[in-house]
T-cell receptor, first 115, second 111 residues
Framework: GAGVSQSPRYKVAKRGQDVALRCDPISGHVSLFWYQQALGQGPEFLTYFQNEAQLDKSGLPSDRFFAERPEGSVSTLKIQRTQQEDSAVYLC?????????????FGPGTRLTVT | AQRVTQPEKLLSVFKGAPVELKCNYSYSGSPELFWYVQYSRQRLQLLLRHISRESIKGFTADLNKGETSFHLKKPFAQEEDSAMYYCALRDSGGSNYKLTFGKGTLLTVNP
């Protein structure tokens, strides 16, 4: 079956531009996560949704970052007034539910480059 | 705060040699430990988790709470094992669902 998909796969933005990154989770997965992976680093947690509810946004680095999942399926991560330090791969992951039995399945990521 | 340390950024071995990728963690609660792997041009995927106590692709990892370690081992490395490996931690209580990753170790298995 189809896995987690993300679009676009690559995005180049000029400093100050707004960007929107899309995540399509596996059908039926209620939990959705966003991670940021800077070059040479491991993924770092940004935010988490359970269906349409954003239960934790403690990892968002600034108020320029905003995520939504209005119908409990597709999610969008928006970055306003992009800065060079926002350059990273943004990973989306989904899981069927919470708990130790449930694996997080990752998408291919969106590589954002801010020039 | 929870932290995962992978001391080796790069690890190179020859085919057939044993391999051990080190992972140490810092967490005051009851952790759940994972190893994720990313092959070239592929997405991040789960390799194994400590609660399963299983061997995947010949890899095993044992959680050592005394040493706060979760090292990944394979007795005979294969060229297809070449990949980026990430150790990750999560609170087993389920209240903290977020994964905390180490910086990763790039394993190269030479022919």
């Amino acid at each position: 079956g189809a896995g987690v998909s993300q679009s676009p796969r690559y995005k180049v933005a000029k400093r100050g531009q707004d960007v929107a990154l899309r995540c399509d989770p596996i059908s039926g997965h209620v939990s959705l996560f966003w991670y940021q992976q800077a070059l040479g680093q491991g993924p770092e947690f940004l935010t988490y949704f359970q269906n349409e509810a954003q239960l934790d946004k403690s990892g968002l680095p600034s108020d320029r970052f905003f995520a939504e999942r209005p119908e409990g399926s597709v999610s969008t991560l928006k970055i306003q007034r992009t800065q060079q330090e926002d350059s990273a791969v943004y990973l989306c992951a989904s899981s069927l539910a919470l708990g130790p039995s449930y694996e997080q399945y990752f998408g291919p990521g969106t590589r954002l480059t801010v020039t | 705060a929870q932290r995962v340390t992978q001391p080796e950024k790069l690890l190179s071995v020859f085919k057939g040699a044993p391999v051990e990728l080190k992972c140490n963690y810092s967490y005051s609660g009851s952790p759940e430990l994972f190893w994720y792997v990313q092959y070239s041009r592929q997405r991040l995927q789960l390799l194994l988790r400590h609660i399963s106590r299983e061997s995947i692709k010949g890899f095993t990892a044992d959680l050592n709470k005394g040493e706060t370690s979760f090292h990944l081992k394979k007795p005979f490395a294969q060229e297809e094992d070449s990949a980026m490996y990430y150790c990750a931690l999560r609170d087993s209580g389920g209240s903290n669902y977020k994964l905390t990753f180490g910086k990763g170790t790039l394993l190269t298995v030479n022919p």
